[in-house]
């Protein structure tokens, strides 16, 4: 709960070298005993999901919540997780349509990058759907890193 983000940092990277199980069930007892009143729950909540990264210890009910989360900077951070989780997540595409809507251009920026991991086409639709809603410099530049990956995928199955 530092306010130093050095501090937090030092720290997933202590628990990174100590045994996955007590870890993860330490910091699942810590989730379950933080106060929702907190004006910094929301990111101690993404704190919990972080260190389930870095232990490769996929936690899609958190996932899940934190996507859904009030403030977009946890919703962005899950987003990104939500790429790296991709192959482990059930219908990861499915979640990322819905943060490619997002209200908030830096969810859906991080909702188009993380279709750029993606090997089949369908991840174009979902990154193209963006173009929906109003697009900045940086989000069109992701888009356009993200439509060059996919393009040989895409130009696979038209054939």
């Avoid at 940092?9 to 009143?37: F, H, P």
């Avoid at 907190?38 to 704190?47: F, I, K, T």
Wanted: a negative charge; aromatic letters at 8%.
């Amino acid at each position: 709960k530092s306010d130093e983000s050095r501090v937090r940092y030092r720290t997933r990277i202590e628990l990174s070298n100590r045994d996955t199980d007590e870890v993860i069930a330490g910091v699942d007892r810590w989730l379950t005993e933080l106060q929702e009143s907190d004006p910094q729950y929301e990111h101690h909540m993404l704190e919990g999901l972080w260190v389930h990264q870095q232990h490769h210890v996929v936690n899609e009910q958190l996932l899940k919540r934190m996507l859904r989360s009030p403030d977009y900077r946890a919703r962005a951070a899950a987003t990104r997780v939500l790429g790296y989780w991709r192959d482990d997540v059930k219908e990861p595409l499915e979640l990322l349509t819905e943060q490619v809507a997002d209200e908030h251009q830096r969810v859906r920026l991080e909702a188009v990058r993380a279709c750029s991991f993606f090997k089949h086409a369908d991840a174009m639709d979902v990154a193209t759907a963006a173009l929906e809603h109003p697009v900045d410099d940086y989000l069109q530049y992701t888009l356009d890193q993200t439509v060059k990956t996919l393009e040989k995928y895409f130009a696979d199955e038209e054939r």
